[in-house]
């Protein structure tokens, strides 16, 4: 049974890392699945029969488990799976030896430790547990973004710190009665400058992504205002146009008026009223900040031709930092441009709803096919997923500063997909002015 144990534990810890740590889904087809679990204790039970633990049979229901249990290519999964061999084996023999030497004070030798290995995957199981809760979830950076020179560095860490251990454990199984407590010492703090030194490498890489992510988000930024703000300088420009030809049209409608030649004052009074009315902002939503970010938007639906409706007026503003609203709405705007031009009816609805304690933005486009809402948030669909995605996230983080709430959802109307984000934020963590 000690064999089979084995093989579940290693395939728990196999599971954890390559889910949580590299965000593999498992395969939606549940055959390969069960073939997965089956390989693995088939290779327990192959070892408890003829009591050995044999290394190919390890390498072999290992590789065969991992490819066939997770939704990814093969090549990757094989390049994981030897890694991931690799790199536990030397951290679970850190942990045996630690509980060996614990528990009976001894060296490698002379020593049966054979019913110790599951509290010794236990205690790996624990460091991994530690890394993803105190660096990966924390700072939402996970192994799939770590750069390749990373975790190459982990690896060869880890053949270092094997080499290494291989002295100290000579060193204590030889010397730990003579020198006592001072061996305890050595060895204690041995083991925690190898787990330090897997924070510090990795604490660097999370560093270097957060650092890249911000520039990126900062550049994300900066190019939607300039979009914005070329928006509105085109604007400034035809008003000025306008404005300076402004004479020439009241000459030309005072010869016309002199004439008596009504008909012809109307049409060209018209003509003007019309240039004029495309100065004008179309979309009125009681913030004049939010009426930029709006009408730009609509500027962008109309180049694509999408319909683009608004519905609903707020009584103030929305009370929102401007570079808040603008991180909110330019980035669920943007995304909702970028699916629904690619819909066979490209549509986009805004819908305002103000209430005593909370004022509530809608916000639902039109979409190729159905979206799948139910991880709590939206990964990017974009291939280039290192250098996409922030404005999703971005959106979650500006909510969440004003305690707000969002929800999201997929329907359908007249058969076509939507997608739907709604947002609340509550009146009371607004600028008392901009309260109602």
């Known amino acids: 049974m000690i064999y089979i144990a084995d093989n579940i534990s290693n395939y728990l810890i196999y599971l954890f890392i390559l889910h949580f740590g590299f965000r593999l889904d498992l395969r939606k087809n549940k055959l390969p699945v069960g073939v997965s679990v089956f390989i693995m204790l088939s290779a327990g039970a192959f070892n408890a029969y003829f009591d050995i633990n044999s290394p190919i049979v390890y390498l072999l229901w290992s590789v065969l488990s991992i490819c066939l249990l997770f939704d990814d290519s093969f090549g990757h999964l094989l390049a994981l799976s030897a890694a991931l061999m690799y790199f536990t084996g030397i951290i679970d023999t850190f942990s045996v030896v630690l509980i060996q030497i614990v528990l009976i004070g001894g ?14 995957y236990l205690l790996s199981f624990l460091v991994y547990l530690l890394v993803y809760l105190r660096l990966f979830k924390k700072n939402d950076v996970y192994l799939c973004d770590i750069g390749f020179k990373y975790k190459f560095a982990l690896l ?28 305890y010492v050595v060895f204690f703090i041995s083991i925690a400058g190898a787990i330090y030194s897997i924070f510090l490498t990795l604490g660097l890489a999370i560093k270097n992504i957060l650092s890249d992510r911000q520039n990126r988000e900062l550049q994300a930024f900066m190019s939607m205002q300039k979009q914005q703000y070329d928006y509105q300088l085109q604007q400034s420009m035809a008003v000025r146009r306008f404005k300076h030809d402004l004479v020439n049209h009241i000459g030309v409608l005072r010869e016309l008026a002199n004439q008596n030649r009504i008909e012809e004052v109307r049409a060209y009074i018209d003509a003007i009223w019309n240039i004029q009315d495309e100065f004008d902002l179309k979309i009125h939503t009681g913030d004049s900040f939010l009426d930029v970010i709006v009408n730009y938007y609509l500027y962008l639906a109309q180049k694509e031709e999408i319909d683009f409706a608004v519905s609903g ?13 603008t991180t909110l709405m330019a980035n669920i705007l943007q995304n909702a441009v970028e699916a629904a031009v690619q819909a066979a009816t490209p549509k986009i609805r805004l819908e305002l709803i103000e209430h005593k304690k909370e004022i509530f933005i809608v916000v639902s486009n039109s979409t190729v096919k159905k979206t799948d809402t139910g991880k709590g948030f939206l990964m990017t669909s974009k291939t280039d997923k290192a250098n996409h995605g922030f404005g999703l996230k971005n959106i979650a983080e500006t909510v969440e500063k004003y305690h707000g709430e969002y929800y999201m959802e997929s329907t359908a109307e007249n058969g076509e997909a939507m997608f739907k984000i709604s947002i609340a934020v509550p009146r009371n963590m607004l600028p008392e002015e901009n309260r109602v």
């Open 156 to 183: 060869v860490q880890g053949g270092i710190f094997q080499m290494f251990y291989n002295f100290v454990f000579s060193f204590f199984d030889e010397n730990h009665a003579m020198y006592g407590i001072d061996a």
């Open 313 to 325: 007026r707020l009584t103030g503003k929305t009370g929102l930092e401007m570079l808040d609203i």
């Open 107 to 120: 060296g490698m030798e002379g020593a049966d430790i054979s019913w110790w290995m599951e509290p010794a």
